[in-house]
């Protein structure tokens, strides 16, 4: 049995892809987990995209909290004693895991791009140093958690004519050490990054807030429309909100698209964005580290290339 969880829909379908291999070469079960209120068609959609059972829980949670989570899946992974337990890496995702793992005794591998069995063994490939290495590791006892980042695979085609097991259970909830005082929402311009197929992305080349516009622009006639950002603009300058951040500690991307304008391309970018599938930096500086990653490289001034570029776009066009 592989179990999986995760808090964000499409991830689920994506680990539930990966459950189905790893449980399809052991002849064993996928079994996912969801757990709150408004659950809807959930548990329906993950038996379309490869689950073979579903266990719906928790409807009385009003947010999510470790704590309960961690109790509720401790529960299912005793019952249901599976070998790999996977867990989307989001916020939320990230917090769960190592409480569930410690509650477990089990071991926990954390943001892992690859997953496969070799022998007896289920080895898991998590990216280290910033970028400059992968560790491959391996579980000396199961059931072994694994957190898995968004688009690390792909969700299998939905086949409305699977069917599967739907089990509603009403797992009871222990008074916990923390609880949620208030939930705020995030300042949030409403960007889905992850699903963008063309992304145009500042970076501190920029030299004031106003002149985002020629990335806009520049997006614009690309007809994307999605804009990036590296982490000083989101985070010091607050030029953008964080949904626009990409890399290592924002959001991790792959577009078939991705431009790069006045971004030095340290290794926490490029984590973000390196499997997009055309990369084109415009740098001024040469010998800027984002040439390393791009397929097209414009050595020049942004606030002369842009405007060019843009012109030469909409003639193309
Ligand atoms: C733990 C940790 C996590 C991090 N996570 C992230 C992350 O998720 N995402 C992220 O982006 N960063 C992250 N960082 C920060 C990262 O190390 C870099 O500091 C950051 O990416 C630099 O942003 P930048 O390229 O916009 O700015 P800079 O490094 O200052 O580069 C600006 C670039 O613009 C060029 N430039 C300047 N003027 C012009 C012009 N007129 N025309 C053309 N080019 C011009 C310069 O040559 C330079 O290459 C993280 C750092 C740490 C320590």
Excluded at 52 to 59: A, E, L, Q, R
Excluded at 166 to 175: A, C, G, Q, S
Aim: hydrophobic share 40%; proline share 4%.
């Amino acid at each position: 049995m592989v179990v999986i969880f995760s808090d964000i829909k499409k991830i689920g379908f994506e680990l539930i892809a990966k459950a189905r291999e790893l449980a399809d070469k052991r002849g064993k079960k996928v079994c996912a987990v969801v757990i709150g209120k408004d659950t809807g068609t959930m548990a329906q959609e993950y038996i379309q995209r490869g689950a073979d059972k579903v266990i719906v829980t928790g409807s009385s949670m009003e947010h999510f909290n470790a704590e309960d989570v961690s109790d509720i899946l401790e529960k299912v992974v005793r019952e249901e004693r599976p070998d790999v337990v996977l867990i989307a890496s989001t916020k939320d995702g990230k917090e769960l895991a190592p409480r569930l793992a410690s509650k477990l005794d089990a071991g926990c591998i954390s943001d892992a791009n690859r997953i496969y069995i070799e022998g007896d063994s289920i080895l898991a490939e998590r990216v280290v140093y910033s970028g400059n290495g992968v560790a491959v590791e391996q579980f000396s006892t199961l059931p072994g958690i694994v957190t898995v980042p968004g688009k690390a695979f792909d969700p299998l085609p939905a086949d409305p004519g699977r069917t599967g097991e739907i089990v509603n259970r009403d797992i009871e909830l222990k008074p916990q050490r923390s609880r949620i005082m208030d939930v705020q929402e995030m300042r949030s311009e409403g960007v889905n990054l992850e699903d963008a197929e063309k992304i145009v992305s500042c970076g501190r080349g920029f030299k004031s807030s106003d002149d985002i516009k020629l990335i806009k622009e520049l997006a614009q006639v690309l007809k994307g429309n999605t804009l990036g950002c590296s982490r000083p603009i989101a985070a010091d300058l607050k030029w953008l909100s964080e949904d626009h951040w990409v890399g290592l500690s924002g959001h991790k991307v792959k577009p078939k698209l991705y431009v790069a304008c006045g971004i030095s391309g340290q290794i926490q970018h490029v984590a973000g964005m390196r499997d997009s599938g055309v990369i084109v930096a415009i740098n001024k500086d040469a010998d800027a580290p984002i040439f390393n990653s791009a397929d097209y490289g414009i050595v020049g001034d942004l606030y002369q290339v842009l405007p060019k570029l843009i012109e030469a776009i909409k003639q193309k066009m």
